[in-house]
């Protein structure tokens, strides 16, 4: 079945779960109500559970993580920060501080990237607010392929496909405990040198091309916008010596 059939599926799923139940229904049951096949329904059921939305054990019914609609934003999954601000029923704005094509140079005080020298890249500079506060700040640089207009307030995903022809598959996130300079501080409304989290990711493709990098940091998130992760806990046996 082809990625989207599956994210389809994924998300018929999702309609039918809520933070009320106790175990999902059977998959021929599920299978029935979505429409789907049966082996389209068990992937899509492998799938959540490497996502942390359900557990199953073999020969009792499938349950549902019913912490995932407190969690707040998950930086295990790609988001855009608009649709995750109004989800938590909070009003977004979105500020192009920055945008323009420039050409990347070694000893650029601000690169982020491992994009060789003299790479043309798209980079934007942008502030999302939440209820007018300043909430969140990320620069991102997109190497470009040919020459394209794009739109400094889309989705940095959806430059990276125009600007490049790579459809992301995959990010790498590195996390660090930073002091905000001044620049920046200056756009978050917050103090100089104040402690933030900073968070640095690359997307790429499934052939290992870059489509982007991207460096975000963020001010104290109010509730339902804290960065969660949600993880599998792998329980094995100890062996017992003779």
């Known amino acids: 079945m082809a990625t989207s059939d599956q994210d389809a599926v994924i998300d018929r799923i999702l309609a039918l779960w809520s933070g009320d139940l106790e175990t999902l229904p059977s998959e021929p049951r599920l299978a029935e109500l979505t429409g789907a096949s049966r082996a389209s329904v068990r992937e899509a059921l492998v799938r959540l559970e490497e996502r942390g939305y359900v557990h199953r054990t073999q020969g009792t019914r499938t349950t549902p993580n019913r912490?995932?609609?407190d969690v707040g934003r998950r930086i295990d999954?790609?988001?855009d920060h608009s649709l995750?601000?109004?989800a938590a029923g909070y009003e977004p704005r979105l500020e192009v501080v920055a945008s323009g094509v420039r050409v990347l140079q070694a000893g650029d005080p601000e690169r982020f990237d491992d994009l060789p020298d003299g790479t043309r890249v798209f980079r934007t500079v942008k502030v999302w607010s939440v209820d007018g506060a300043p909430y969140a700040l990320a620069?991102?640089?997109v190497p470009l392929a040919h020459q394209v207009d794009l739109d400094p307030r889309r989705p940095v995903f959806e430059l990276a496909e125009e600007g490049n022809g790579i459809r992301v598959a995959w990010e790498?996130?590195?996390?660090d405990a930073v002091s905000l300079d001044a620049e920046r501080a200056g756009l978050l409304s917050a103090a100089a040198?104040?402690?933030v989290v900073e968070m640095t990711y690359c997307g790429y493709g499934t052939g290992d091309d870059v489509g982007y990098w991207s460096r975000e940091v963020q001010v104290s998130a109010p509730s339902g916008l804290r960065n969660a992760l949600i993880r599998r806990v792998r329980?094995?046996?100890g062996v017992s010596g003779s």
């Open 67 to 69: 912490r995932l609609p």
């Open 77 to 79: 999954e790609q988001f």
């Open 84 to 86: 995750s601000i109004r």
């Open 139 to 141: 620069e991102d640089l």
């Open 172 to 175: 790498t996130l590195w996390v």
């Open 193 to 195: 040198g104040a402690p």
């Open 235 to 237: 329980h094995e046996r």
